[in-house]
């Protein structure tokens, strides 16, 4: 299993911007893709950014021209970039991750999640 740390929440007034940031460390072999996902209580966790190893994205139409996810592969870290942030955009900010780890013995797989990083827009 990778470790992912997240960064960058806090609270911001609508129209303002936040950089969120999630590091991977442990045992890893590579990362395949890398995404950001929302939720809010009460509601089913929402896909926002993904990004594969190759550089190739994808943004939930909520967020798209507003928010930009980026990967350093080097440092294991991705990052999602968001502007123009809205109160609608309140959540706590999930980062994911999916590649292959070493387990001392041989190669698995993992799926990883980050605590989560709260976002809150003032309106």
């Known amino acids: 299993q990778a470790l992912l740390v997240e960064s960058g929440g806090g609270l911001v007034q609508a129209g303002g911007s936040l950089r969120l940031s999630c590091q991977a460390s442990?045992?890893?072999?590579?990362?395949?893709?890398m995404g950001w996902y929302r939720q809010v209580p009460g509601k089913e966790r929402e896909l926002v950014a993904t990004?594969?190893?190759?550089?190739?994205?994808n943004h939930a139409d909520s967020v798209k021209g507003r928010f930009t996810i980026a990967r350093d592969n080097a440092k294991n870290t991705v990052y999602l970039q968001m502007n123009s942030l809205k109160p609608g955009d309140t959540a706590v900010y999930l980062c994911?991750?999916?590649?292959?780890?070493?387990?001392?013995?041989?190669?698995?797989?993992?799926?990883?999640w980050g605590q989560g990083t709260h976002v809150t827009v003032s309106s």
């Open positions: 994911n991750a999916r590649g292959l780890g070493f387990d001392g013995r041989t190669g698995r797989s993992f799926n990883s």
């Open positions: 442990g045992s890893i072999v590579r990362i395949d893709a």
């Open positions: 990004i594969s190893s190759g550089g190739s994205t």
